[in-house]
């Protein structure tokens, strides 16, 4: 991954506005997330929508392989999948839960941002694990201030939702964003305080709990993108960008 960088003033009104757009997609996504609706209808919204604004979907042609790039401008993942679904003819089910993770690049500067969704009426299970995972995520970001360590951020969630009985994935990291869809620092979502980057005022981090319903392994689908639970138990996905300042840090996708 590139290195992490400092962002001036100008660059970081460049993010925050790729940002205003991740957050706008995912409060439309909400809107429209409902029985029957498929995910390709949801990608191609997004798509459209994206492009409205003067933008780019960050994720569609993303990728090492150049056989096998992302196809689309959403993640989908429902139920088992943790993250890197994609979209297409499927249709949600009342009781499911679906994680939308949306990327957006605008003049040449990145945002992104998840959000877990329910499908209609679903199980307390399912519930109270959404509910933890956003948590999380908030308790996360309330470490993420300079001078901090990266892996502040990193304990306070394992710390927390293992308290709760959930677990945290291990094999996929939060990370830096802004000038590129992944910079450094990675930003695991389990870890020892103290340790780690040391955090510095104009970082920009996208900071995202993964949080599974039992184990914390997970294994790939053969079409080299889809990650799921390795018991085939619900994930939830939650994601911020954020701006470090020396007090609160800012949520550029608010």
Not at 109 to 136: C, H, M, N, Q
Not at 147 to 153: E, P
Not at 192 to 212: C, H
Request: proline letters at 4%; charged letters at 25%; one cysteine or more.
């Amino acid at each position: 991954m590139p290195k992490a960088t400092i962002k001036s003033p100008k660059e970081i009104e460049l993010i925050h506005e790729s940002c205003r757009i991740v957050s706008e997609v995912l409060r439309l996504l909400k809107l429209m997330i409902k029985e029957g609706i498929s995910t390709k209808e949801l990608d191609e919204f997004t798509e459209e929508y994206i492009r409205s604004q003067g933008a780019e979907p960050a994720f569609k042609g993303y990728g090492d392989d150049k056989k096998n790039l992302f196809p689309a401008s959403l993640c989908t993942s429902i139920n088992d999948v943790v993250v890197h679904g994609i979209p297409g003819n499927r249709k949600l089910q009342a009781g499911e839960i679906i994680a939308i993770d949306v990327g957006v690049k605008k003049n040449n500067y990145f945002g992104d941002g998840a959000w877990t969704f329910p499908v209609g009426k679903i199980s307390k299970e399912k519930d109270r694990l959404l509910k933890i995972s956003e948590e999380a995520l908030f308790i996360g970001i309330e470490r993420a201030h300079a001078g901090s360590h990266v892996h502040d951020i990193s304990a306070a969630i394992q710390s927390f939702v293992e308290k709760e009985g959930f677990s945290v994935v291990r094999d996929l990291v939060g990370h830096g964003v802004g000038r590129y869809l992944h910079e450094e620092p990675a930003i695991p979502n389990y870890g020892e305080a103290g340790t780690g980057m040391i955090l510095q005022k104009g970082m920009t981090l996208a900071i995202e709990p993964m949080v599974n319903f039992g184990t914390y392994s997970v294994r790939i689908d053969g079409d080299g993108w889809t990650v799921r639970t390795a018991d085939g138990l619900p994930s939830a996905h939650f994601e911020h960008t954020v701006l470090i300042t020396d007090n609160k840090p800012e949520i550029l996708t608010n």
